[in-house]
């Protein structure tokens, strides 16, 4: 199954096994809208199945990264609605989280500008995160009356930055700076503003020549591991790397190895 890139709410290219997805309307710092919210989710849905993708790239937009949620697509309708249609749209925000962690391809953010409410929480749902020094990262929530429990951040969240520091983002609804985000291990990396896209791309390719089929398994159990016990975990991992030492590519990197060549990985 090939990805699809005729999409009508966000940006989407393929190239080299690598997907590049932003969000639109940079003149409005690239909102989320109800209907980019169901496309992406659908999206990275699909993407599970998907043989021609290998890694992600979610990219900023015009120098910024997003705004969140539309103040007018969405804030607005949200005041007039009935309990049962709000828990339906709670959802629906959650079930994008949860279709980019289970979409068993490794997902890249690269944060330039503002980033906050939904927007932090798609680069919080990635698996690595670039950021330039004018990433301005926020779980604003409290400032709109909300709850800091969006979307999975507060189980998300803490395990990244730790306990103390996501509380605080949560309660304060304060910008976290680039450099702290570096710090306190939300960032893998700051770099300057016309290098994000080449060190995004980079890594991304470095991860899209690796062994794939290897990827998503390491994508898989750092998910299902949250809710393990240690005896678990371990048992679980010693069936993943059983399954991964019957691949061609575990054979490739050994043929490599004795001939002091480099493995071309093939991801089977």
Avoid at 60 to 77: C, E, L, T, W
Avoid at 203 to 218: E, K, Y
């Amino acid at each position: 199954m090939s990805c699809r890139t005729d999409v009508s709410h966000f940006n989407c290219r393929i190239e080299n096994r690598m997907a590049f997805v932003s969000l639109t309307r940079p003149e409005r710092k690239n909102p989320l809208t109800f209907d980019s919210y169901a496309e992406l989710r659908d999206w990275f849905r699909e993407l599970h199945y998907c043989d021609d993708i290998d890694v992600v790239v979610f990219g900023a937009n015009g120098g910024n990264f997003s705004s969140g949620g539309d103040v007018h697509d969405i804030i607005g309708p949200l005041t007039k609605m009935t309990m049962k249609e709000l828990l339906q749209f709670t959802r629906m925000t959650g079930d994008l989280v949860i279709a980019m962690i289970n979409c068993g391809k490794p997902v890249i953010a690269a944060v330039d500008g503002i980033c906050v409410g939904a927007g932090a929480i798609i680069a919080m749902a990635s698996d690595l995160r670039i950021a330039t020094p004018q990433a301005k990262t926020a779980f604003l929530f409290s400032r709109v009356g909300l709850a800091g429990c969006d979307m999975g951040a507060c189980a998300l969240l803490p395990r990244i930055i730790g306990q103390g520091r996501a509380a605080e983002l949560f309660y304060t609804g304060r910008s976290m700076s680039a450099d702290e985000g570096e710090r306190w291990g939300f960032y893998n990396r700051v770099v300057a503003s016309d290098k994000l896209d080449a060190e995004a791309q980079a890594l991304a390719q470095a991860i899209a020549d690796g062994p794939n089929f290897a990827h998503m398994m390491t994508k898989t159990m750092l998910k299902q591991e949250w809710s393990m016990s240690i005896e678990q975990a371990i048992e679980a991992e010693a069936q993943t790397q059983a399954l991964c030492m019957q691949t061609a590519d575990f054979e490739r990197a050994y043929q490599a190895f004795v001939q002091k060549e480099k493995p071309v990985f093939e991801g089977n």
